[in-house]
């Protein structure tokens, strides 16, 4: 039961990140900017919009199911950075090489990808991981009465306060990209992902929680047809929509508690459907690194799929999710190519070495 419920995680973490990509490629790839409001293919983004958009919450979540009761060596991080390390400073380096001139000063944030902020969610992720051991020993000297009430008191400040007044007085994001960007809203899903844990709801049908989902899906789809159309036929603009679809959102978040109970339950009998998994879950995360480095964040994605919105609804319905599959597809055989390189190199037992000797250094928690 205990594999199968880690073989469901790993496809929530195959998911999450093919979602990622449909994100990206909706928002810097223009294709929300440039939809005309109200056609099929404007209603066909928001819904995949809307669908994708707890892809990070899933992934902040397993970050707490699955560090909880683990030592959190510092190792595993060390060949995280690395790992980015690779693509961040690997890519800007092709880019010098191949398309445009960088600056001494942009190549070395490049290879400070933690410091310069590179990656939002890795630079948020990177200090959730050094706290996590902390976590750990505040969750488990917490009864679970004590437990919820920590976790209703973050929710109801962090989320509810957040959505219902449209503000974040608690600075849970920036001012770029809004709400939730940032290692306090990361945190605050670390320990829901750790109750998620410890006490897993009784709850073990796997339909069950995807209708949940569905449900979340549909109330933010509805909240976004009635707002738009009552500012577009008072104002002539279509206005508020996206107030609920924020990382922080109620609802938002319900899909993304849902859709990781529906992955954990499911049942996977097929030795194919284990073989995908198994081929695709180790190298997800460099799909994200791959597609959202910088250089190709801003100069390659950038307006990519404006396009798409030419073709037809049952159409643009497939392509755009086709495109995204692609993406991931190229980015994970790509990483499996410096998966390859880096155990031909030894990186990981050279990242848990040096975590070991400065694991040693430290004093115990």
Not at 168 to 176: H, L, R, V
Not at 252 to 278: K, T, Y
Not at 294 to 321: E, K, T, Y
């Amino acid at each position: 039961m205990e594999r199968e419920r880690n073989l469901g995680l790993d496809f929530l973490r195959m998911l999450s990140m093919l979602m990622v990509v449909v994100l990206h490629l909706l928002g810097r790839g223009g294709v929300l900017a440039d939809a005309v409001p109200f056609t099929a293919n404007y209603w066909i983004a928001w819904a995949l919009e809307s669908a994708a958009y707890c892809a990070v919450n899933c992934y902040a979540l397993l970050s707490g199911y699955l560090l909880v009761k683990s030592r959190c060596p510092l190792g595993g991080l060390i060949g995280l950075w690395l790992q980015v390390f690779c693509y961040s400073a690997g890519i800007t380096a092709l880019f010098a090489i191949f398309y445009e001139p960088v600056s001494l000063t942009r190549f070395l944030q490049a290879c400070l990808p933690v410091t310069f902020t590179q990656y939002w969610y890795f630079t948020a992720y990177f200090a959730v991981y050094l706290l996590a051991p902390f976590f750990n020993r505040l969750i488990a000297n917490l009864s679970r009465e004590a437990f919820r009430r920590l976790l209703w008191t973050v929710f109801l400040l962090f989320s509810v306060l957040t959505t219902v007044f449209h503000q974040d007085p608690f600075i849970t994001g920036n001012a770029a990209n809004g709400p939730g960007y940032s290692f306090l809203w990361l945190a605050a899903l670390y320990f829901g992902g750790a109750y998620l844990r410890l006490y897993p709801p009784r709850q073990e049908k796997s339909r069950v929680w995807l209708l949940g989902y569905l449900g979340c899906l549909g109330a933010l789809l509805l909240f976004r047809l009635g707002a738009e159309s009552v500012t577009y036929a008072c104002t002539g603009t279509a206005s508020y929509g996206g107030w609920l679809l924020t990382y922080p959102s109620p609802l938002v978040v319900g899909e993304a508690v849902c859709l990781f109970h529906a992955c954990r339950c499911a049942r996977w009998n097929g030795r194919a459907a284990r073989r995908i998994i198994g081929f695709f879950a180790p190298v997800s995360f460099g799909v994200y690194l791959i597609h959202a480095q910088p250089f190709v964040f801003h100069r390659i994605l950038n307006g990519a799929a404006v396009s798409l919105l030419s073709l037809p609804g049952w159409q643009f319905a497939l392509a755009l999710p086709a495109a995204a599959l692609g993406i991931f597809l190229a980015g994970s055989l790509v990483d499996w190519t410096r998966l390859g390189l880096f155990r031909l190199l030894g990186i990981r037992r050279l990242a848990e070495f040096l975590g070991e000797k400065l694991q040693r250094c430290l004093p115990p928690i």
